[in-house]
């Protein structure tokens, strides 16, 4: 049919939808009784579509990595020197906010996280940061710390939770956007 790799699911739904996951496969979701040559039909219809959007997942996926490799944390060596190095930058600004905003996180962790720059867990109080926070500007470092911090106040990102970002940190859209990776 064509030499793009598909992956097929079948679901109770009433028309054939495509997509491109984030890594770049292509996943159909078609319904139960539709036959596979129809699906392969579909597919061929949108192959102009589908190969566009590989290309920009394509180029996407290797800006992110570009960016990732900014920090080398191959070795414990490395990976210590820049548990330090962040620990330096975020510990008193947690301490600045937790005192301002009336937060008290139980303990801060760092961790070499891609899939995002920081988690709060609201019941523990834990706060874990990603390690390639080094790799962005002092201040959207400040706003993860803030985001994080109104977490333990508002759990979910709703406006009560916009609200406290607005109260403490107002460049927050700005910053928002600038660490969209
Ligand atoms: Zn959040």
């Known amino acids: 049919m064509n030499d793009i790799p598909v992956i097929i699911t079948r679901r109770r739904t009433s028309r054939i939808t495509i997509r491109i996951t984030k890594d770049g496969q292509v996943r159909v979701s078609a319904p139960r009784l539709v036959p596979r040559s129809t699906i392969e039909k579909f597919v061929a219809e949108h192959r102009d579509w589908i190969e566009k959007h590989l290309d920009k997942t394509a180029a996407r996926q290797q800006k992110r990595e570009e960016f990732y490799a900014g920090l080398d944390i191959s070795t414990p060596k490395l990976r210590k020197e820049a548990v330090g190095k962040l620990d330096a930058i975020v510990a008193p600004l947690v301490e600045k906010y937790s005192e301002q905003m009336g937060v008290k996180p139980s303990g801060i962790f760092y961790r070499a996280t891609k899939s995002r720059w920081g988690s709060c867990n609201a019941k523990t109080r834990r706060i874990n940061f990603s390690l390639y926070l080094l790799l962005l500007p002092d ?42 990776i």
Request: proline content about 7%; overall charge positive.
């Open 139 to 180: 201040w959207c470092i400040e706003h993860i710390v803030v985001h994080e911090l109104a977490h333990l106040k508002e759990p979910n990102h709703g406006p009560r939770f916009y609200a406290i970002m607005d109260k403490y940190f107002p460049r927050w859209k700005e910053a928002r956007k600038e660490t969209a």
